[in-house]
């Protein structure tokens, strides 16, 4: 276990190094850049602006500086909002992503693991189509095309749920459905089919010939054996869902790290493009790490190696 942890953290440095690399240069040499503005700005100013900024420096210079910063845990300064550090940004937005998506996670596991389940038990009965009919449209249809279906009817109809803003429990409700929603319809999906591969096995006809129930068998017995799959798409998913979904947050006016990844982009916020990208990252390849360790708590045949 400890020599498999420190090749991934020896990967996960590696694998960040790449992403960092690969992202500061596709930046530098797109088109435009974060002092392109409609108003051209004055020569000196411009001049006072690039040194600060370290961009009057030759490119090698530009790179070693920001990925020492990088390394020493400093993200620098944001282009665009230059009185706060990208550290700074990202503490204030992770917080409301990562509440938004924990929710919006206990969406899609529990709508997701009660529909897998009765579907798998009530195969082939009007109550499994319904299910997977309704999960294979979560899939089809994105968030924001179910944010704006979920808004008419329950924002400006019938007035039970705030179309906008942040702050109260009210204002999470209904963009982490929203945001959980595909994700719960592949978890259906997944447990079903899960479940239905497990049902089969030898120990499951065991475990009722013992006289366990079928509430025990299945929730004990079956569902464990069942959630293998279900571990290999959360892992992306889990990352996926606490960084913040940008559409989502976009729509609903939500103060996340969406918000300030999508501004990033399109004003060309080197830094805090820079420290987004990192972010999402680190997310990714930690929440993968722990579904390989999970792997060996759903089946004690999986070895770590």
């Known amino acids: 276990m400890i020599s498999f942890l420190i090749r991934r953290l020896v990967w996960m440095a590696i694998t960040l190094w790449v992403v960092f690399t690969l992202s500061w240069l596709l930046m530098r040499f797109v088109p435009g850049g974060p002092l392109d503005t409609e108003r051209q700005l004055e020569p000196h100013v411009r001049a006072n602006i690039e040194a600060k900024y370290r961009l009057d420096q030759p490119l090698w210079k530009q790179y070693t ?8 845990g400093d993200l620098g300064l944001s282009f665009r909002m230059g009185d706060f550090s990208v550290n700074e940004i990202i503490a204030q937005g992770f917080p409301v992503s990562a509440s938004l998506g924990i929710l919006a996670l206990t969406f899609a596991l529990t709508l997701g693991l009660t529909a897998g389940i009765i579907s798998a038990i009530r195969r082939q009965t009007v109550i499994d189509v319904s299910l997977m009919s309704v999960a294979t449209i979560g899939i089809a249809l994105p968030n924001f095309v179910i944010a704006g279906i979920a808004i008419i009817p329950l924002c400006f109809m019938l007035r039970v749920l705030p179309p906008a803003g942040w702050g109260e429990l009210s204002n999470v409700v209904l963009p982490a459905f929203c945001l959980g929603a ?9 447990v079903r089919t899960g479940m239905l591969d497990v049902l089969n096995q030898d120990y499951i006809r065991t475990a009722y010939a013992k006289g366990l129930s079928s509430r025990e ?7 464990k054996g069942a959630m293998l799959p279900v571990a290999s798409f959360l892992g992306p998913a889990i990352a996926g869902i606490l960084t913040g979904s940008l559409i989502v947050e ?3 006016a939500i103060p996340g790290l969406g918000v300030h990844f999508v501004k990033a982009a399109i004003l060309r916020d080197y830094t805090m493009a820079m420290g987004m990208v990192l972010v999402y990252t680190t997310l990714l390849y930690t929440m993968n790490l722990i579904v390989d360790i999970s792997y060996c708590f759903f089946d ?3 070895k770590l190696e």
Do not use: D, M, N
């Not at 500086?65 to 020493?72: A, C, D, K, V």
């Not at 068998?217 to 569902?223: E, G, N, P, Q, R």
């Open 65 to 72: 500086y920001h990925l020492g910063l990088t390394l020493s």
């Open 217 to 223: 068998v299945i929730i004990k017995h079956a569902l």
């Open 182 to 190: 595909p994700y719960a319809a592949y978890v259906a999906r997944l």
């Open 300 to 302: 004690p045949r999986v």
């Open 250 to 252: 976009q729509i609903f």
